[in-house]
């Protein structure tokens, strides 16, 4: 019997805030979404998921705006490739 291939999955993580509010904690929200989103991915590793290095933190904007800065360049690394959100 021929065991299935598990296709390889890159993942990003993309956190986001939209006040500057708790920012300068120690831990803060964007620290509690990296670390649930990061679990998540770690527990999909039988699937293929693996979590890249660069951390995308969009913190003190609104979402409601796109005039904000581009975190880690996270725009520029996608290169077009397909994501699923």
């Known amino acids: 019997m021929k065991i299935p291939s598990v296709k390889s999955v890159r993942c990003a993580i993309y956190t986001r805030v939209p006040t500057?509010?708790?920012?300068?904690?120690?831990?803060n929200s964007l620290d509690a979404q990296y670390d649930a989103a990061s679990a998540y991915i770690r527990s999909q590793a039988h699937a293929g998921w693996t979590l890249i290095r660069s951390r995308y933190d969009d913190g003190?904007?609104?979402?409601?705006?796109t005039?904000?800065?581009?975190?880690?360049?996270?725009?520029?690394?996608?290169g077009g490739a397909r994501h699923r959100l």
């Open 67 to 78: 005039d904000r800065p581009d975190p880690g360049g996270a725009r520029h690394r996608s």
């Open 20 to 27: 500057e509010q708790g920012l300068d904690q120690e831990f």
């Open 60 to 65: 003190g904007y609104s979402g409601g705006s």
